[in-house]
């Protein structure tokens, strides 16, 4: 799916983005769709099961759709469903990943990555042989 051709659709579908503040003493029934779009990703989540049901096969007739199981991992972010439904989202399996993949996992931490009486010289250091998991590693961040 191309999101050129997602926009047109998505919006013919009368679905907006809209802020609304609502008065507690309001007696509509507000249902929630949440629509997260990645190159070539979707996540549908909302307040009703019909209404998800309903907006995914709306979609599936003009796109080709693959229904995977639950989530677990999206963009960098671990999805763990708790005992009570809700969710819990967290970036622990990403930076785990970014340690293994820079040999740091056995690296102790520390409260300030900086030293605190660092001595700066105009001459760098061979620290980083490889400047392109450097780049790499820090653009992750």
Same mark, same amino acid.
């Given at each position: 799916?191309?999101?050129?051709?997602?926009?047109?659709?998505?919006?013919?579908?009368?679905?907006?983005q809209v802020n609304m503040n609502l008065h507690p003493s309001s007696?509509?029934?507000?249902?929630?769709?949440?629509?997260?779009?990645?190159?070539?990703?979707?996540?549908?989540?909302?307040?009703?099961?019909?209404?998800?049901?309903?907006?995914?096969?709306?979609?599936?007739?003009?796109?080709s759709l693959k229904q995977l199981c639950s989530l677990d991992y999206?963009?960098? $972010?671990?999805?763990?469903?708790? #005992?009570?439904?809700? *969710?819990?989202?967290?970036? /622990?399996?990403?930076?785990? =990943?970014?340690?293994?993949?820079?040999?740091?996992?056995?690296?102790?931490? $520390?409260?300030?990555?900086?030293? #605190?009486?660092?001595? *700066?010289?105009?001459?760098? /250091?061979?620290?980083?042989? =490889?400047?392109?998991?450097?780049?790499?590693?820090?653009?992750?961040?």
């Amino acid at each position: 799916m191309v999101l050129k051709d997602f926009r047109p659709y998505y919006f013919s579908l009368g679905l907006l983005q809209v802020n609304m503040n609502l008065h507690p003493s309001s007696r509509r029934v507000i249902l929630t769709v949440y629509l997260l779009v990645s190159v070539d990703d979707i996540i549908i989540t909302g307040s009703s099961i019909s209404l998800i049901q309903h907006l995914t096969s709306q979609l599936n007739s003009k796109f080709s759709l693959k229904q995977l199981c639950s989530l677990d991992y999206f963009l960098g $972010i671990e999805v763990i469903t708790l #005992s009570n439904k809700s *969710l819990l989202l967290t970036q /622990s399996k990403y930076i785990r =990943d970014l340690l293994q993949m820079t040999s740091m996992t056995e690296d102790q931490s $520390i409260s300030s990555p900086m030293a #605190s009486r660092c001595k *700066l010289t105009k001459i760098g /250091s061979d620290m980083f042989s =490889d400047p392109t998991l450097f780049m790499f590693v820090v653009g992750a961040l």
